[in-house]
């Protein structure tokens, strides 16, 4: 009943064409005043972080090592990632991934990527976590999922959903993202729909934050503890194949006519309306961040209370 | 400012010792006792001065009184803000601007608050030498400072982070500033700062205390030596991710020494050696700092020989025999190319100059010259620990700055006395005694140390620099 009644008075809003501020205005005529910030309520799946030692293997798996292509995950990111108990481990209820400074397999940092990958993974509902991002310099805490047909339509087709990805650059504001075809965030006109949340006077390496997505067929709302900051829908997605100019990992631009890469798509899709599953991970220098400066005090901790999935 | 910093570290010692006797009977406060309520007022000066009281503003000596103003036709979007006018450095009234803004009544409570703020411009680009807060003229206790402060052309906002705001209780030292011409060739400039403030950010986190910049630093000292502990900072990541670090004054550390009963340190961060080994190491709100002092004892201080002259035969230029005639400094540096650093002690009140990193230093007098006409000698002592390197080769230039008193003005005379390696020993104090051959020596400006011929001389202590008849 709430979905249905959430989704209605999100409909009549989609029409305006200016919905962040339509949102606020309306919610703040409501006769409760307060803003309806989830709407779904099912518990569907929830790790608290209660069990000391590994996190709970029917849960989470690891991706380890550089990337797959051995260049830092297509980010040129410097950590190794292992599944170590110094990287990872459950303690005093909490999710402790650590960024260590260490010569480790050519790599001079190791940290830790969970994922749920072929353990769970769901289409729409909400994903929430609250999460202590670390305050070193040169890092990419992030909380996101992946569409589950990674590994036969590749990225950025299947779609990726980044509920929280923060770095010290600016220690008031996260961000919450999508990428997907002809919005992966290498193309032009478009780049990645994004959305970033300023805490104004606080800062999020400070204390634990609830970072969480409602996602139906229609919308993504984003929303940090009690704030519903933005709100994404298909008519977000601006890139028509006829304007669409796709930037290929070289750099070469290409068009729609002209591409030949197999399975690079880029009509502009919206492409989350299949299951996705999550990854939590913590990430050293890369694009995003930049290299932590030289001095900076490892290791650095990434705390997650709990992740929580609903329907 | 010299001076004024060594003063400073006077005041500290004396009254750290008062500190100490009254810790003693202190009593704990009866539940009666009603606080007086401090104002929580963060604002300095907005459009107009807040809450100072008539008598806030106190000029540094040597700078120029009237420096700051009110101008009303300058602000932050705003019609006022306040103004300084850096003089240039050949103004008679004083060569740089630099005070203190102290509240005039009780002070405040600003432990709610997270930084000092301001916004700020210049009438062209410049780098200004430090600004802060917490210096009050008393114990300082307090202060903070960010050094070589840059300004553009227009306003910007600043931020001065409180390394630990429950210290600030009760604090009259709302901010203090002190702008030359080091950067700008010796011309005047004016600077603005409007909305000067405290303020609770929020957004300021990520506090890395550090002493001695950060460093392990071993160090040998003497018995009965009195070291101050240097390098107090403290760094925060801003809201806007940048990293900011300021100076700390000692007493907002926690010190801690791994054998206090061998080396005690004191809340101002004055270490107190008696023999063996121990390490110090200090805490600011809860973060352990970087860095850390070992010192190790190396036994009594061999003091150098006490000059037994009568006082009316003598012009003392360093002694703690003799009062001592105005000077600049002990530590002045040419640069480029100056190396040379302080690490000047006081074993049982006796006070030694000690040059580190030496590669030349000199010793200034110019407020007056020195009048040595009727002086027939020179005379120092000079120690070198340790051991003394094979190509010691060491000149003690003196220098008359003639009858404009002037350096390099045209009509200076100098008298150089070698010291070679044959008149040395290791930790051993060797005397210099020479007649004075200057003829012309009733303006005497400055004498100069410096290694000649690739002498590779680092480090030595000098005491009782005099001239007499």
């Known amino acids: 009943m709430n979905k249905n009644k959430y989704k209605l008075k999100i409909q009549t809003l989609v029409v305006s064409s200016f919905l962040f501020a339509s949102i606020l205005t309306l919610t703040n005529c409501d006769t409760d005043e307060t803003q309806t910030v989830a709407s779904y309520t099912q518990l569907v799946m929830s790790d608290e972080f209660d069990v000391e030692g590994a996190p709970n293997s029917e849960i ?48 001079a940092f190791t940290s830790a990527k969970l994922l749920t990958k072929g353990k769970f993974s769901q289409a729409y509902g909400r994903f929430e976590a609250r999460i202590k991002v670390p305050g070193g310099s040169g890092l990419w805490p992030a909380f996101w999922l992946l569409g589950e047909n990674v590994d036969v339509d590749g990225w950025p087709q299947c779609g990726e959903i980044d509920i929280m990805e923060y770095r010290r650059q600016e220690p008031t504001k996260v961000s919450g993202s999508i990428h997907g075809p002809g919005y992966s965030g290498l193309t032009d006109p478009q780049g990645q729909v994004t959305k970033s949340y300023d805490l104004g006077n606080d800062r999020y390496d400070a204390g634990f934050h609830v970072f969480g997505i409602e996602w139906s067929p229609d919308y993504i709302n984003y929303y940090i503890d009690d704030v519903l900051y933005n709100q994404i829908t298909p008519s977000d997605i601006e890139v028509t194949p006829a304007d669409a100019v796709y930037i290929l990992n070289d750099g070469v631009a290409a068009t729609a006519d002209t591409e030949a890469i197999p399975g690079t798509d880029i009509t502009g899709d919206w492409v989350f309306n299949k299951p996705f599953y999550i990854i939590i991970n913590l990430a050293v220098g890369g694009n995003f961040p930049g290299n932590p400066d030289s001095g900076e005090t490892f290791p650095q901790n990434m705390l997650v209370d709990y992740v929580r999935v609903y329907k | 400012m010299k001076n004024i910093k060594f003063m400073y570290s006077k005041i500290m010692l004396l009254t750290g010792l008062l500190f100490v006797i009254t810790m003693s009977c202190e009593r704990d406060i009866s539940d009666q006792v009603e606080f007086a309520h401090l104002s929580k007022t963060g604002e300095i000066f907005t459009d107009s001065p807040i809450g100072l009281g008539s008598d806030f503003y106190f000029p540094y000596t040597g700078s120029k009184a009237t420096a700051w103003s009110v101008d009303e036709g300058e602000g932050y979007e705003s019609f006022a803000s306040m103004r300084f006018d850096v003089p240039n450095a050949n103004d008679p009234a004083g060569n740089y601007a630099g005070a203190i803004f102290r509240v005039d009544g009780s002070g405040r409570d600003l432990t709610e608050f997270d930084a000092l703020t301001f916004w700020a411009k210049a009438s062209q680009g410049v780098v200004i030498g430090e600004v802060g807060f917490g210096q009050d003229f008393g114990l300082n206790k307090y202060q903070v400072s960010e050094n070589n402060v840059s300004l553009s052309t227009n306003w910007q906002k600043f931020v001065i982070p409180i390394p630990d705001a429950s210290k600030l209780f009760d604090e009259r030292g709302m901010f203090w500033y002190s702008a030359g011409t080091q950067n700008t060739g010796g011309n005047g400039y004016t600077f603005w700062i409007d909305e000067l403030k405290f303020e609770k950010l929020g957004t300021i986190g990520q506090p890395r205390p550090a002493i001695l910049n950060g460093n392990d630093v071993v160090q040998d000292v003497f018995d009965g030596n009195d070291l101050e502990l240097t390098g107090l900072t403290q760094t925060f990541n801003l809201g806007s991710g940048i990293n900011k670090t300021v100076n700390v004054a000692p007493s907002y550390f926690d010190f801690s020494s791994s054998d206090p009963s061998l080396a005690f340190i004191s809340e101002y961060g004055i270490i107190s050696v008696n023999n063996g080994s121990a390490v110090i190491t200090a805490s600011l709100g809860g973060v352990e700092a970087e860095g850390s002092l070992t010192v190790n004892s190396v036994g009594n201080f061999q003091f150098a020989p006490i000059p037994t002259l009568d006082s009316s035969d003598v012009l003392s230029v360093f002694s703690d025999v003799y009062t001592n005639v105005p000077v600049d400094y002990y530590n002045g540096f040419w640069t480029p190319g100056s190396s040379t650093g302080s690490a000047d002690f006081t ?59 002037i350096d390099n003005g045209g009509d200076d005379t100098r008298q150089q006395i070698f010291v070679d390696i044959s008149q040395v020993q290791p930790d051993t104090w060797i005397t210099v005694d020479v007649p004075l051959t200057l003829t012309s020596r009733n303006n005497i400006g400055l004498i100069i140390y410096e290694n000649i011929n690739n002498s590779s001389l680092s480090n030595f202590y000098i005491d009782n620099v005099y001239f007499y008849k």
């Open chain 1, 60 to 107: 989470w798996n690891y991706d380890t090592g550089t990337g797959p292509a051995l260049d830092g995950w297509g980010n040129n990111e410097l950590q190794y990632y292992t599944d170590r108990s110094e990287n990872v481990t459950v303690q005093n209820g909490l999710l402790v991934i650590s960024a260590i400074e260490e010569d480790y397999n050519g790599a």
């Open chain 2, 347 to 405: 074993i049982n009140g006796d006070n030694i100059l000690h040059y580190t990193n030496f590669n030349y230093v000199g010793t200034a007098m110019s407020s007056p010259t020195l009048d040595a006409s009727n002086m027939t000698n020179f005379h120092l002592n000079m120690y070198v620990p340790d051991n003394i390197p094979a190509d010691f080769d060491f000149l003690i230039s003196i220098e008359d700055w003639g009858a404009n008193q």
